[in-house]
């Protein structure tokens, strides 16, 4: 099985001939390829080249259109704060809708428009190009809740759930269109299995997740289905109020972060539920040894089962050691979905890879 093919396999009820990998890499991806960040971000060109680099070089399933969760917002016009090799952010104290009747002005930006959501589009159907065949390429959009708090800013949305509900349902609706209009478009480019990052599902509580976002969510991913896409979430932070909800939000994989443990995430979420994860990207991956990685991911293994997918719990940060993701690479490698009892100490012997050039 070539990756793509082993990923849907897991995605589908198969049998994958070991398990898939799916990390998420960005600026360790940028890195790669002796790139700035803002030159990632901002050229899909540059975005392509790290993503190939990087899979090539740790023998990744997927290859993946992420970058960062502000492109929607600044093609409709949001105040982006860029650097020269971090990620770019909003500025909080500017939202572009600081006044509120400005929702009623805003217009649902046009992904294939020249702005930076089309930037992605053609970054997904360059990956499709280039290695599509191979590897499966996964498009990227904001959840509703991360998509509004990015037009609305984070600390005012968070007053206005319980100070005007329903302005943050007409906002939440416009970033449920926008952002089907948007996976739509990277899914035509060659997009097989879309993102959904929605960290604000995270912070509001089990009971405002229930109220305003989890139907979202299931109208949402499956809307992504219906194109013919697989729906992948990723929540940062602690889930563990909202993973009963989440059961049934219709999502094909679920990433699992850190703070929340993977065997309570599988009673939750149910034995066919696929999950990603939830190794410590800090602690595990970026401090730890090649040791550490294989038994850290033989344990999330063992309390996942075999409906599961070899990752951190968010993304592999940017000056982790090459030789810890390649244990996570070997420990893929050496395992099918069943077989999570052994093969941490050979993935610990396997020498580093060769360091190259950028």
């Given at each position: 099985m070539n990756g793509r093919q082993r990923i849907l396999a897991m995605l589908e009820g198969g049998r994958p001939d070991r398990?898939?990998?799916m990390p998420i890499a960005m600026m360790f991806a940028a890195d790669q390829i002796g790139a700035k960040y803002r030159q990632y971000v901002a050229d899909c060109r540059v975005l392509v080249a790290g993503q190939l680099r990087t899979a090539e070089r740790f023998d990744i399933d997927h290859v993946s259109c992420i970058s960062d969760p502000t492109r929607e917002a600044a093609d409709c016009g949001a105040d982006i704060r860029f650097f020269p090799d971090q990620p770019p952010a909003f500025a909080e104290g500017r939202s572009l809708l600081a006044d509120k009747a400005a929702l009623r002005r805003l217009k649902v930006p046009d992904p294939l428009g020249g702005g930076r959501m089309h930037d992605r589009v053609r970054a997904a159907a360059m990956l499709k190009e280039k290695v599509g065949r191979d590897r499966l390429?996964?498009?990227w959009v904001e959840g509703p809740g991360s998509a509004a708090s990015g037009l609305r800013g984070l600390n005012t949305l968070m007053l206005d759930f319980h100070d005007d509900p329903p302005f943050v349902r007409d906002l939440l609706e416009f970033a449920v269109?926008?952002?089907l209009r948007f996976a739509a478009a990277q899914v035509e480019a060659g997009a097989e299995i879309i993102g959904v990052g929605d960290s604000m599902a995270s912070l509001i509580g089990p009971a405002l997740y229930g109220e305003f976002l989890l139907p979202l969510h299931r109208r949402m991913f499956a809307g992504i289905r219906e194109m013919g896409a697989k729906v992948r979430l990723h929540i940062c932070g602690n889930i563990d109020g909202i993973l009963g909800p989440l059961a049934g939000a219709g999502a094909d994989m679920?990433?699992?972060d850190s703070p929340v443990p993977m065997d309570r995430a599988r009673r939750e979420l149910g034995p066919q539920q696929v999950l990603l994860g939830n190794l410590d990207p800090v602690a595990a991956l970026r401090n730890g040894t090649?040791?550490?990685v294989?038994?850290?991911l033989a344990a999330c293994h063992r309390h996942a089962g075999p409906r599961y997918i070899v990752g951190a719990g968010c993304e592999v940060p940017r000056d982790t050691p090459p030789a810890n993701l390649t244990a996570m690479t070997e420990y893929a490698r050496s395992h099918g979905p069943h077989e999570n009892d052994a093969?941490?100490?050979?993935v610990a012997l396997s020498p580093p890879p060769r360091e190259e050039e950028p």
């Open positions: 398990l898939p990998l390429v996964e498009g269109e926008m952002e679920i990433d699992i090649p040791q550490g294989a038994e850290a093969g941490a100490q050979q």
